[in-house]
């Protein structure tokens, strides 16, 4: 029993003493973002043009705004952030799952900065490119269903019949021409 004791509390003593060594390589920063982040969850891949450099730490609502969320995020403190890095929420494949994808300008070189009564420096972010084209998908249904009823409307028994005629008028106009002409 006191051996058990010991082990339990070695390995709670480790895992306390390499903790804060994983945020000693870590720097941290809010993600400030207006659209849905729908599938990133705490623990997501944090990404810097494709490789991974840190996760996502938490996520939650802002207090006053119900119309932004903030994420925070520690990232490797050598990866290149500045005041513009582009962050932008990005699907794995078909899972489902999202991760932070991020990307700085050559001409960014303006250390992004903290903000009022922020913990850490704010980064803006925005939807992935796929997840607001899905996200249009109604819309565009409903565009789509406009559009068909109106040929439906348009090509009506009463139409088609008009059509029909033309058609025949034209031929016999082509057959006399064609007999005038010869």
């Known amino acids: 029993v006191f051996m058990t004791g010991v082990i339990i509390a070695s390995v709670c003593f480790l ?11 870590f720097k941290f920063y809010t993600v400030e973002s207006h659209d849905s982040i ?4 705490e623990g997501a891949a944090v990404q810097y043009m494709g490789v991974k450099v840190g996760k996502v730490v938490a996520v939650r609502l802002v207090k006053d705004n119900p119309e932004l969320v903030h994420v925070d995020i520690g990232v490797d403190k050598s990866t290149p952030v ?29 250390d992004a900065t903290i903000a009022g ?19 249009d998908i109604p819309a565009i249904t409903s565009q789509v269903r406009a ?15 008009a059509v029909q005629a033309a058609m025949v008028n034209l ?8 007999g005038v002409l010869s």
């Open 15 to 25: 895992i306390w003493l390499v903790g804060p060594q994983e945020q000693k390589n």
């Open 38 to 41: 729908t599938g990133l969850e």
């Open 82 to 110: 500045k005041s513009k890095t582009r962050v932008t929420m990005a699907t794995q494949g078909v899972t489902g799952l999202v991760r932070i994808e991020m990307a700085t300008a050559k001409e960014d070189t303006s």
């Open 117 to 135: 009564d922020m913990k850490y420096p704010l980064l803006q972010g925005s939807a992935s490119k796929l997840y607001e084209a899905l996200e």
């Open 147 to 161: 559009i068909t009823a109106k040929f439906d409307t348009m090509l009506n028994d009463r139409t088609m019949a």
């Open 171 to 178: 031929e016999n106009i082509s057959r006399d021409l064609n």
